[in-house]
């Protein structure tokens, strides 16, 4: 079954610091997606990186970027130099080859201290 | 270029009335989904259209949840009625096409009394 598993349900992170979010995934497709995901308080999903299982290289974007480690079925997000506006959920999510379609990790929730 | 749009941000209604959101998706994309994520969990895909056919309603409690997209563009979720566990966050979110990364609009809070 295909499942996108987060371990970590909260963090305290202090301000500036570096934060690795854990995310690892089963799937026997040999293509797939994985996608990082903010949502503030707000409500809005914020897209902010996305690892393609055949890409050679950890895809970055700013201060994001995603440690692919494809025998180990992990991506985690890392974020350098942690803000106070960073404080937020994160979702890990898969494409399935199948349909498509998103598979959701439940998320962890980023708390950045001044 | 604008962002998915979302109506309304909130709504209050009791149980057993009816509700309707509306999403338009950003300008060119062909794919539009609806989730509903309830409090501290990941979203759960209600119904996917590609341009203004179903692709995947599987998920969607078809009893008392409805959804179409005229047009292609433009897509409308209704709730009727609505039951106190439907209280949830609606998000809409649109892709250029099935599989690309998908992007969300700020959500519809419903709260069902």
């Known amino acids: 079954a295909q499942k996108i598993t987060q371990t970590q349900p909260g963090m305290f992170v202090q301000e500036k610091e570096a934060v690795t979010l854990d995310c690892t995934y089963d799937t026997s497709d040999p293509s797939y997606g994985l996608f990082w995901y903010k949502q503030p308080s707000s409500g809005e999903m914020i897209f902010l990186i996305y690892q393609g299982s055949y890409d050679q290289q950890n895809a970055t974007e700013g201060r994001y970027s995603l440690n692919f480690q494809k025998a180990r079925k992990s991506a985690n997000l890392v974020i350098s130099a942690s803000q106070l506006g960073d404080s937020a959920m994160y979702f890990c999510?898969?494409?399935?080859?199948?349909?498509?379609?998103?598979?959701w990790g439940a998320g962890t929730k980023l708390i950045i201290k001044p | 270029e604008a962002g998915v749009a979302q109506s309304p941000r909130y709504k209050i209604i009791e149980k057993r009335q009816s509700v309707a959101f509306w999403c338009n998706p950003i300008?060119?994309?062909?794919?539009l989904y609806w989730y509903q994520q309830i409090l501290g969990q990941g979203p759960k895909l209600l119904i996917q259209?590609?341009?203004?056919?179903?692709?995947?309603d599987s998920q969607l409690p078809k009893d008392r949840f409805s959804a179409e997209r005229l047009k292609g563009v433009d897509s409308t979720l209704k709730i009727q009625p609505a039951k106190l566990e439907d209280s949830a966050v609606y998000l809409c979110a649109s892709s250029f096409n099935r599989g690309d990364t998908q992007y969300f609009g700020p959500g519809t809070r419903l709260t069902v009394l």
């Open positions: 259209f590609q341009n203004n056919g179903v692709v995947d």
């Open positions: 999510a898969m494409r399935a080859q199948r349909n498509y379609q998103l598979i």
């Open positions: 300008s060119g994309h062909a794919t």
